[in-house]
């Protein structure tokens, strides 16, 4: 099997650290929460996903960044930057992106919704029948669930779960008892609601809000009793959410992850939030109990936690102040309500996500549990979410006797617990249940149905760069194929064949598979390219993905750069790579889109000699989908279908003025400007695409 080359192999100077890469990122997306042009809500919006992105960043990559300290390790990539160092960097860096995002939401989104009549109202607003609702509100809803404790020999710190709000008060005086600890902890349960709506009649605005931080903050008085409050604070821990199972003392891996699930609210913590008016000795009282450092702490000049504003554009029935509902398209073979089995027979089908619909994929496995011809189904899960049709259909699948089998990859991350709970069900109805290969995530997006045909039985793929999450497919955008092609189908045959059974791995006709042949193939794809060039003729690569970070990619690159291949790659999030660096990486362009639709789709584009080989992939080029994941990509054969991925996932991109940003040789991003006609590549696709 091919192993990654060893770390520091090549010139540190070569490649940008992953972790400032991607708070970068989080600066573009911040940059939409800023953008007069995106609809009002929608910047409240990209401001709550900066937050919930931050959030991972800390229980992921801070948190191993710790871990590397803790280990003592003196570098922390390729980049050759110390650990220590790093976590210095990256906590100026969010402290930095959070000042800004505070500063965009108190002095410009919150007193432009109230202009739209959307209010926020602190408590110094608040008008005499306001003040009643709202003490009646906390009375009936909010304080029977509520326990506070007051800290003492007898009633230690409560345990905090990891992103959860809580409250630290300072009291003066006794209680009943004679106590006078002088601090008490107030949980926020996780059954309130964070935001809460009050009656019309009692509205200043046509929607008025407040939140459940600033009703517990009137009300605290009411949980001690004679007691005086001197100060009401606001505080949240992010925690270490990455799960460890020992593969050399796992038996079960189910039951391993569930006890690791149970420990994951609990695990280090990382990062201390408070509100800006905490006071000093309250501050250093929790950084001392959480075992954090000054560096660690983040004052928020407002609510603690901005997550808990994402849910607010769905309540506000404002379509003015949105983007535009749109109706999902679909292929001009789907179009006419042909049998699906049957136009997949006819040609291979292009789908294109969010713009054309995910109901081709549902309708394929509705068709398939329905009709007595199929005989067998296989899939791969990694993200499906809680309630699934697809998954529907598969239990019915086996209900109606079909054999039935799903590689559910359990280490998903954040998404292990509904995981868990499909296979029950799915274990439950007889389908066979399994988790890939220990050690290896199984990232690969593959459905393969076996139907009985007049000449034999005949295999139906459906090959995808995203997962099979309905939700997600109208966020996300993502090419899905539908195909009955022998070969690629024999190929996905042998995957899963790997992937149930044991042997050894065989070499595929089409499909590049990780962790084997993917990586030397995409680097081989690469080389060719700078061959060709160096020979006089034309080279050239495109390539789209989320990320760029495998050194031994990234110098094939600039290889190839270096023997004159024009080099575009479009990069959602981090990049380890330096563009335009003269000597090294001159014809080497990359830019980033950054719109509505996360953009999800990987796509490799090589000129071949004119052949002009394309594929599609799951992963992107990175150590972790490289070398400890088992993915695919998978080449489009059909010259249409090429054309089309061309057409609608490459060239719309390269052409974007309006939401593109381009990235610097140091790592930072410039936004282009529109000059002339404005293109932005998702709206272009959207008015091409969808139905309406």
Same mark, same amino acid.
């Given at each position: 099997m091919y192993r990654p080359a060893p770390a520091n192999r090549y010139p540190k100077e070569h490649f940008i650290n992953r972790e400032l890469s991607l708070l970068q990122f989080q600066r573009r997306v911040l940059a939409q929460a800023a953008d007069v042009n995106v609809p009002l809500l929608e910047r409240l919006r990209f401001l709550c996903i900066v937050s919930s992105n931050l959030d991972e960043f800390f229980e992921i990559r801070v948190s191993g960044i710790k871990e590397q300290i803790r280990l003592g390790s003196r570098a922390s990539g390729n980049d050759g930057i110390p650990p220590t160092e790093l976590l210095s960097r990256v906590s100026t860096e969010v402290h930095e992106i959070i000042a800004d995002q505070y500063e965009m939401l108190n002095d410009d989104i919150l007193p432009a919704l109230a202009g739209e009549g959307i209010v926020f109202l602190r408590r110094s607003?608040?008008?005499?029948?306001?003040?009643?609702?709202?003490?009646?509100?906390?009375?009936?809803?909010?304080?029977?669930? /509520?326990?506070?404790?007051?800290?003492?020999?007898?009633?230690?710190?409560?345990?905090? !779960?990891?992103?959860? !709000?809580?409250?630290?008060?300072? /009291?003066?005086?006794?209680? +009943?008892?004679?106590?006078?600890?002088?601090? +008490?902890?107030?949980? +926020?349960?996780?059954?309130?609601?964070?935001?809460?709506? !009050?009656? +019309?009649?009692l509205s200043t605005a046509e929607y008025s809000f407040v939140f459940l931080s600033s009703v517990l903050h009137a009300h605290v008085g009411d949980l001690f009793s004679g007691m005086n409050v001197l100060g009401c604070y606001q505080f949240r821990v992010t925690r270490n959410s990455d799960l460890f199972v020992d593969e050399e003392e796992v038996k079960d891996l189910r039951a391993s992850l569930k006890g690791e699930l149970q420990q994951r609210h609990f695990g280090d913590a990382v990062r201390l939030e408070v509100a800006d008016n905490c006071s000093a000795e309250m501050a250093d009282f929790l950084l001392q109990h959480f075992r954090l450092e000054r560096a660690d702490l983040y004052r928020t000049p407002g609510i603690v936690n901005l997550v808990r504003l994402m849910q607010v554009p769905d309540w506000v029935e404002r379509p003015d102040l949105k983007y535009g509902n749109f109706l999902p398209g679909l292929p001009k073979v789907l179009d006419k309500r042909e049998e699906i089995f049957s136009a997949i027979r006819k040609q291979d089908i292009l789908l294109h996500h969010p713009f054309q619909s995910f109901a081709p994929v549902i309708e394929l496995l509705r068709a398939a549990a329905d009709d007595p011809q199929v005989v067998a189904i296989k899939m791969t899960v990694y993200r499906t979410g809680t309630d699934s049709v697809l998954m529907e259909h598969l239990v019915r699948a086996a209900q109606k006797g079909k054999e039935v089998t799903v590689v559910l990859e359990l280490m998903a991350r954040f998404d292990e617990e509904a995981n868990i709970s499909w296979a029950n069900r799915l274990e439950e109805v007889g389908v066979h249940v399994v988790y890939g290969v220990?050690?290896?995530?199984?990232?690969?997006? /593959?459905?393969? /149905?076996?139907?009985?045909?007049?000449?034999?039985?005949?295999?139906?793929v459906h090959l995808g760069t995203g997962n099979y999450h309905p939700r997600t497919t109208r966020f996300y955008t993502d090419f899905g194929l539908l195909t009955c092609n022998p070969e690629i189908s024999e190929d996905v045959a042998e995957v899963f064949k790997q992937l149930t059974g044991l042997g050894q791995a065989t070499t595929l006709k089409h499909l590049w598979q990780a962790p084997f042949s993917l990586q030397p193939n995409v680097v081989a794809a690469i080389g060719r390219e700078a061959e060709i060039a160096a020979a006089g003729r034309r080279g050239r690569i495109i390539a789209k993905m989320n990320a760029l970070l495998e050194p031994e990619t990234i110098e094939a690159l600039y290889a190839a750069s270096q023997a004159g291949v024009e080099i575009d790659l479009i990069i959602r999030g981090p990049c380890a790579l330096r563009p335009g660096v003269p000597g090294l990486s001159d014809n080497i362009r990359v830019r980033s889109v950054i719109g509505r639709f996360l953009e999800h789709h990987r796509i490799f584009h090589f000129h071949a000699d004119g052949e002009d080989q394309m594929y599609l992939s799951s992963a992107d080029w990175m150590d972790r989908n490289f070398f400890r994941r088992i993915e695919i990509a998978f080449p489009v054969l059909d010259s249409r279908v090429k054309r089309r991925v061309m057409k609608e996932g490459l060239r719309p991109y390269l052409g974007d003025n309006c939401q593109s940003w381009e990235m610097q040789q140091e790592g930072g991003y410039r936004r282009k400007s529109a000059r002339g006609t404005r293109r932005a590549a998702q709206l272009i696709l959207l008015q091409e695409l969808a139905g309406r």
């Open positions: 607003l608040w008008n005499d029948a306001q003040r009643a609702w709202i003490r009646e509100y906390f009375q009936r809803e909010v304080m029977p669930v /509520l326990t506070p404790i007051g800290l003492d020999p007898a009633h230690p710190f409560p345990r905090v !779960l990891n992103k959860s !709000l809580n409250f630290a008060v300072e /009291l003066e005086g006794r209680d +009943a008892f004679g106590r006078d600890s002088g601090t +008490a902890i107030v949980q +926020a349960p996780r059954v309130l609601p964070r935001v809460i709506r !009050l009656p +019309a009649e220990f050690g290896y995530k199984v990232h690969a997006k /593959l459905l393969m /149905l076996v139907r009985r045909e007049d000449d034999g039985l005949r295999r139906y």
